[in-house]
């Protein structure tokens, strides 16, 4: 049985012709039929003929080209459109058909691609002018860890450039560190351009489809600089205010104490003198050495071990260790947080007792709870003391307002609050008198 063979196909425009032919071919078959069956010259016979079969051809010919030619003129739009060539535009016959339907869909496409690309166009120029005008030094490594993107900032950063530099692997530019670890971090590192502090941050994008890994490189040594000075202008002030306030008074009182001893008779109560005043400079020296006991105790404070921690556990040891007034607990949904226990039961110990302080002067409550906030925590401390007075020096190391007191206590728990990834805030309550301590944590 010889092998089944698939019968050629005819294309669109040969199926176009046949049925074109079918179309015409009962008319044409009946008119010479008739014509050769008739009492007609056979010179008429074969003109006839010859017309007919002309004709019959040239409609066929013709629809062919009725149907094809649009389909043509369609294809060479959408081919155009593929190639980018938005201009191009196709005239309907008439705009009430189906061919002017198709047609004026197709040239609405082209102009909304054209308004797309001019968009694309506009944006990818603005964003090149930015990354080449931005003083920061912007970097994008391919999965192989080879530089694909650079700024004119990265090239002055490497002192190299862009046409040396890419292709080059992270090891080899010396950024393989930027690659790894945290994705935002703050790098002492010298490089070719510069050394001093920076500020990097890593994040992934994708460019045609292929993963990408966008490295920020900034400078913050010039910013770091002015905040560190004004930190220590700040602190050499309080640290200056203290310590005129404890030596002061021991100078003043040396110098009697040695106009006593100078005199030629010395009066009868002297002993008396000498006692009193070496008692001042001892009180003085005490709360010299608590001061730079506090300021120790703050520049030492170790980084946290995190562990998993019951938000309840926690408060409910904190509020124990207060005694002089029993804090109203306002239970919150069972958390659980990664954090020092240690630490963090030393911030809320410290807002319970300024919590208490105030309470105590107008005989008012304290009221502690917990509540989830999206990824964060909160726990809450209220008291119904008179207030905050102002916020300015809220947190300023060894400012305080109580007597006695060192000053250290909230920039102490801001610290350790922001050392766990969180913040630490006070202001006054809007519900009532008194103030609202808030220590937020990642949940």
Known sequence: MPPHRKSARLSYEGRVVLLALLA?????????????????????????????????????????????????????????????????????PRPDDALGE???????????????????????????????????????????????????????????????LLGQTAAELHLAACLEGPQQSTLQAAFPGGAGRWGMRRSRIRERGLPLELVVISDLTQALSEQELQAWQRLVRVLGHELNNSLAPIK?????????????????????????????????????????????????????????????????????SETRLAAEVEPGPPLTVRGDPDQLEQVLINLLRNATDASLATSGTVRIGWRRDGTMMEIWVKDEGPGLSGTANLFVPFFTTKPGGSGIGLVLSRQIAESHGGALTLENRTDGPGCVARLRLPA
Do not use: K
């Open 102 to 164: 198709v047609m004026r869909e197709v040239n609405t496409l082209g102009s909304t691609l054209r308004e797309q690309r001019l968009g694309a166009m506009e944006a990818t120029t603005l964003l090149r002018t930015v990354m080449r005008e931005i003083d920061v030094a912007i970097f994008a490594f391919d999965e192989r860890q080879r530089l694909r993107l650079v700024n004119h900032a990265g090239e002055r950063l490497l002192a190299s450039t862009a046409e040396r």
């Open 24 to 92: 015409g071919l009962p008319g044409s078959a009946c008119a010479l039929i008739i014509l050769w069956t008739g009492d007609y010259a056979a010179r008429t016979q074969w003109t006839l003929t010859l017309a007919i079969v002309c004709a019959w051809l040239g409609f066929a010919m013709a629809v062919r080209e009725r149907v094809v030619f649009p389909l043509q003129t369609l294809s060479n739009l959408l081919a155009a459109l593929r190639e980018g060539d938005f201009s191009v535009r196709g005239r309907s």
């Open 252 to 320: 003043s009182i040396a110098g009697s104490l040695e106009s006593i001893l100078a005199r030629d008779r010395l009066p009868e109560d002297w002993r008396e003198d000498m006692r009193r005043g070496l008692n001042v400079i001892t009180s003085r020296s005490d709360s010299l050495t608590r001061f730079i006991g506090a300021y120790a105790r703050l520049a030492r404070l170790p980084r946290p071990q995190l562990q998993p921690l019951s938000v309840a556990d926690c408060v409910g040891r904190a509020v124990s």
